[in-house]
């Protein structure tokens, strides 16, 4: 399986779980669209398709909003926030906001905290996004899996096919350059390795304190995440 594409059929009760993992998601984004926020996307597995019973529902602003604004739109629709994190993967990525709407963490929707660099929004394009639109009309797209297979959506299911060797296939179908293939491959197969994400900073704001002044306050109390996002003006 490895080394050759297969073609993966699909169960009733992989449907099902696809389904109402899209459903949960086209409810955040309607919710965020309800307060004027219209450019949210659902990304990773279920945007694809390939989704199993444990797969995350992730929404995903590509710009950057007021991160307590978007809090308190969701709590005006009656989602509950679990909890909210600044997360940054490494010093070169842009950090952003995590607000979890269910204590597993299935549910969350992402922020950055400054405009994404060009090669972050082909992260996302390499992985697999929909929109609103894309998920009503039942929509599925092409994208990577953390295990560097690219699923390709079919009437029954996807097509996997490994990345590691077909970077130049993948870097055309998907249209990202092949820089970011490139780079997905190196970083997702250190995860692999390595067995965990190994996040720069993870770290929970706390339940009384508005996301934005708490970002002031990390960049005075913490020299890395200060040095990390000083070129972004967040100190300011």
């Not at 992989?14 to 409810?27: D, F, N, P, S, T």
């Not at 394009?125 to 894309?134: A, I, L, M, R």
């Amino acid at each position: 399986m490895d080394n050759y594409a297969v073609e993966v059929i699909y169960s009733q009760e992989h449907w099902a779980i696809l389904k109402e993992k899209r459903v949960k998601g086209l409810k955040i984004i309607e919710a965020l669209n309800s307060c004027g926020f219209s450019v949210a996307v659902l990304h990773g597995s279920v945007a694809r398709g390939d989704v199993s019973r444990d797969s995350d529902v992730d929404v995903a602003f590509l710009h950057v909003y007021p991160a307590s604004l978007v809090k308190l739109c969701l709590e005006e629709n009656r989602f509950t926030v679990y909890d909210v994190k600044i997360v940054q993967p490494t010093p070169k990525h842009t950090p952003k906001i995590y607000i979890y709407l269910d204590p597993f963490e299935e549910q969350c929707v992402s922020i950055p905290l400054a405009e994404l660099e060009p090669i972050e929004i082909e992260y996302y394009k390499f992985s697999g996004y929909v929109t609103k639109e894309d998920i009503i009309a039942n929509k599925r797209v092409k994208g990577v899996n953390k295990k560097l297979r690219l699923i390709i959506p079919t009437g029954r299911g996807h097509i996997e096919i490994p990345v590691k060797g077909n970077e130049g296939y993948v870097s055309r179908i998907l249209e990202v350059p092949l820089e970011i293939v490139k780079d997905r491959v190196e970083a997702l197969s250190r995860r692999l390795e390595e067995g965990h994400t190994g996040l720069f900073i993870e770290i929970s704001v706390p339940v009384f304190e508005e996301i934005e002044h708490f970002v002031k306050k990390l960049c005075r109390e913490n020299q890395f995440f200060r040095r990390a996002v000083a070129k972004h003006g967040l100190c300011i």
